[in-house]
């Protein structure tokens, strides 16, 4: 039954949409939620509270109704950068090997509230940050002469908010579809290198923060057999269409486009020992080459002269992008029922850096490049508490481990160029739980 109560939590769902700034695998979060973190991620067919409708709307029907709240504390340790051979540089920049990052902790907020209106039908909201990337280098390395660039950065932020119904035509089985309102900010900074290599010059760099919304669409299965001991669950999620970036025209492909890729996802999960312990496994592929921003091949020179190139300048229609290509992710995923109260998890996330070498000149600026994740995580359930709902308090950690990545390429005078980059990250979680 829909009760005053419930609309109390979808209105602070409403608001809670604070966004921040990450990269894992590639710029997408390895997984959504305290819990399925804790899990490397794995949740197409494993739900295990409101906020699994993001990776999989048909788990809303197998969390029933739940508010969930939690805050991570993510550190990405980043460096990068370009060296000349035999110390040298183009044009006397004296380029740095591997530049820090500045900008190396972030908060990071996420929601869920689901209503199981009766056993056939359930519906939720969430708001989930589904990647990012940002960086500020205080040397700018891509600058014609020492630190003459000022700094060099980029802060990409992505919020989505699905809005999920659920149905249960028969037990064992249940569908999902969310439609996915989106959010983005970006902004560049120091890139007057790459102006020349813009069809809009003055729309490359510097342009402070702009702002693009969208929409998409995720739909989804879940199934259980053997006495559900086995559950099998699919999703597709279309690209999100986002406006234009009109403030950076001149540095994303076809005048400012950066729609987020499409992507797909099947999950495996069995009850090892039932009650004692389960393991999930998803298998994700994440669709970067479909968005020509993204995936259009980058610059591998610096154009400090201004002179012509021989290919579709940035900003053009097919014009430059990053780089990335299509990538695959592995997650992994253990939870043990230590006794009535206490659950722990651990958990493996692997996806091949979406980032050839070739085009790594271009990511420096935001090197996504970190390609294996270790987690734990536990759930401590505290009893009765607000409204009679059963609450819970979640914890986990993920580590993903150091990436380093070179490649030598060519400036415009042909000088050879080392470029750098290395990554690696920690994230701290804490989440609360109510279940009605």
Known sequence: MWKPRYWAFLGLGAWLVSPVAFATNGYFAIGYGTAAD???????????????????????????????????????????????????????????????????????????????????????????????????YSTNFFSTTPNGGGKLGVDLVQLFIPITVAWRPVDSQSFGFSLVPAGQRFAAQGLSAFTAMSAYPDNVTNQGHDYAWGLGARIGWLGHFLDDRLSLGATYATKEYMQKFTKYRGLFADGGAFDVPANYAVGIAVKVIPNKLDAALDVERILYADVPSVADAGPTSILYSGATINTTPLGASGGMGFGWQNQTVYKLGFLYHFNKKLILRAGYNYGKSPIPDSQLLFNLLAPGIVETHYTLGATYKLGRSFMGAESSLSFAWVYAKKKRQTATLLFENATPVTATAEMFQNEWELAYGLKF
Not at 46 to 51: A, F, R
Not at 116 to 127: E, M
Request: one cysteine or more.
């Open 38 to 136: 804790g899990m490397g991620g794995a949740a197409v067919a494993y739900p295990q509270n409101s906020i699994s409708a993001a990776a999989n709307p048909a788990d809303l029907s197998d969390v029933g109704t739940r508010f969930d709240i939690g805050v991570g504390v993510f550190d990405p340790r980043r460096c990068a950068g370009e060296v000349g051979l035999n110390d040298g540089s183009p044009n006397g920049s004296g380029g740095t090997e591997c530049v820090k990052s500045g900008s190396n902790t972030y908060l990071v907020p996420g929601m869920g509230v689901s209503f199981a209106y009766n056993h056939r039908w359930s519906f939720g909201v969430a708001a989930v940050g589904n990647g990012g990337m940002d960086t500020t």
